[in-house]
């Protein structure tokens, strides 16, 4: 999709609240999935030379599509005092509102945390009581292996499990492959999905 009506709106955002014109940070068919994308990268090296006041964005999904990539990010905003503001949404982080947005959120990272390991544990029982053997590469941990197996289990894509377990796409493809566990039955929703500005 193109980024070009975002771009549009925040400029006039941006000009009508008296931020002046903007810098303009997009990466255009680039998987918002991904934690490292060429123009986010630029605008993090941007925030720690103290080079912008502010990151303004149209909706949170724009700054990561996990609550853990949304935290990361503001945590790495508020190091460099660098206040962040979503349009569409209304929060401002040099607010107390915003401020309670985002220990909000930390809560529901925390519960999806809780959610996975859940998830992970009941992987397990599952595949023992199958009979399937964790006969995952020595170098890769049995709990890993065991998270990659409820990962996929549960429907996640291979980049999907590789991007949020920090993990590279071999090894995901190598425990799946040596444990044959059968691809879930419905697709990825998220495949495809863009970022923008």
């Not at 630029?42 to 303004?56: D, N, P, S, T």
């Not at 853990?68 to 503001?85: H, Q, S």
């Not at 809780?114 to 199958?130: D, F, M, P, Q, S």
Request: aromatic content about 4%.
């Amino acid at each position: 999709q193109s980024c070009d009506i975002q771009v549009e709106r925040l400029t006039s955002w941006c000009k009508a609240t008296g931020l002046g014109e903007p810098l303009v940070y997009r990466d255009d068919g680039v998987s918002g999935v991904l934690d490292n994308r060429p123009q986010l990268d630029q605008l993090r090296a941007a925030m720690r030379e103290g080079k912008l006041g502010a990151v303004v964005v149209s909706k949170m999904d724009r700054l990561g599509r996990s609550v853990g990539m949304i935290l990361r990010f503001w945590d790495e905003a508020e190091a460099t005092n660098t206040r962040v503001v979503v349009v569409d949404q209304a929060i401002d982080t040099s607010t107390a509102a915003g401020r309670l947005q985002r220990t909000m959120l930390a809560a529901l990272a925390e519960f999806e945390r809780e959610l996975i390991l859940e998830r992970t544990r009941a992987g397990i029982e599952r595949a023992r009581a199958l009979g399937k053997r964790f006969g995952a590469p020595r170098t890769i941990p049995e709990a890993t292996a065991a998270e990659i197996m409820a990962r996929r289990a549960s429907g996640e894509s291979l980049r999907q499990i590789s991007v949020r377990m920090g993990v590279k796409l071999g090894t995901v493809r190598s425990v799946l492959d040596r444990e044959r566990t059968p691809p879930p039955e419905s697709s990825d929703p998220a495949q495809g999905a863009t970022h923008g500005a």
